[in-house]
């Protein structure tokens, strides 16, 4: 029989890094009905086959600029279909690098810059909503 591989517990809310896009300390919603994860982004467009991004981080607003990216057709929570760009980065949580496609939109009417599908958190993590800032709390020690 095969090892079950180690699944962290994660609350509801957390706070996590992007290392591939040098952010640190972002807050995030776990989102357990939401497939994929996304990422509060502004000026998102394509020229010439690179994706242009503007993210807002601790010390204000930086560019990125990406080759590595696709586009999807996703299911927003008001259920309205909408095409949205893709990329592929890493999420460092319980100091422990994950893998993740985090979809760009525009989340500025939302409390957290980040939401963590379950895409991500499967076979890999446990949710208790009743907990918080367990990734970020065992950082801080």
Not at 25 to 31: F, G, L, T, Y
Not at 51 to 71: P, R
Not at 125 to 131: A, N
Request: aromatic fraction near 8%; hydrophobic fraction near 35%.
């Amino acid at each position: 029989m095969a090892k079950e591989k180690q699944k962290y517990v994660i609350g509801r809310l957390d706070v996590i890094d992007l290392p591939d896009l040098g952010v640190e300390n972002i807050h995030a919603k776990i989102d357990t009905g939401a497939y994929r994860s996304s990422l509060h982004c502004k000026k998102v467009h394509e020229e010439e086959g690179v994706l242009y991004f503007t993210l807002h981080t601790d010390t204000g607003y930086k560019e990125y600029a990406t080759k590595d990216w696709l586009q999807k057709v996703v299911k927003s929570s008001n259920g309205k279909a909408q095409k949205r760009y893709v990329i592929k980065t890493r999420m460092r949580i319980f100091g422990k690098n994950f893998k993740a496609s985090i979809s760009l939109t525009d989340r500025s009417e939302m409390k957290n810059p980040l939401l963590i599908g379950r895409k991500i958190l499967t076979n890999k993590f446990i949710v208790d909503v009743s907990q918080k800032n367990l990734s970020y709390d065992q950082k801080k020690k």
